[in-house]
C-alpha cells in the first residue's frame, strides 16, 4: 500500500507536523502528543516514537545558548534573582516548546520513511 503514496519528504511533512505517508492529515494530538492514526490516509502512527531525540537536541542546542545569555546579563548589569526568574523563565519555557515539536515531527517523519523504505531483511 506504501506504493500507492507518493515519497514526501520527512523535513516538509514534519516541520509542518502533517501525517509522513499522505501529507494531509495532522501528525500531532495537541502539543506534543503523536496522534493514533492519520485522520486522512489511517497511518497507524503508534509505533512511531521519537523518544528523547528531540529533548536531547533542545537541551543542548538552547541550554548553550541561554547559559551564555545569562551568565552575560549577570555579569553585565548584575541584577537580583528575581529579574534572573521573571526574565528566564517565560522565555526558556516559550523557546523550548516550538523547537520541540518542530524536531519531534521530524524525527517521526524520519522513522516512518525509514521503515517504510526497509526491505525484509532490515533498513536499507
Do not use: N, Y
Not at 536531547?56 to 546579563?73: C, K, T
Not at 534573582?81 to 517523519?109: E, F
Request: hydrophobic share 45%; net charge positive; proline share 8%.
Amino acid at each position: 500500500m506504501s506504493s500507492d503514496w507518493p515519497p514526501l519528504s520527512p523535513f516538509s511533512t514534519g516541520l509542518v507536523g502533517r501525517c509522513p505517508r499522505c501529507g494531509k492529515g495532522r501528525l500531532f494530538d495537541g502539543l506534543l502528543k503523536i496522534r493514533d492514526a492519520c485522520a486522512d490516509c489511517g497511518l497507524d502512527l503508534r509505533g512511531h516514537d521519537a523518544g528523547d531525540g528531540p529533548a536531547v537536541f533542545v537541551i543542548l542546542g538552547l541550554g548553550a545558548v541561554m547559559m551564555g545569555l545569562v551568565l552575560w546579563v549577570e555579569f553585565r548589569f548584575a541584577p537580583p534573582v528575581w529579574v534572573h526568574l521573571a526574565l528566564w523563565t517565560p522565555l526558556v519555557i516559550a523557546l523550548t516548546i516550538l523547537p520541540l515539536r518542530l524536531i519531534k515531527g521530524v524525527l517521526v517523519a524520519q522513522q516512518h520513511r525509514q521503515r517504510s523504505t526497509a526491505g525484509e531483511d532490515g533498513p536499507t
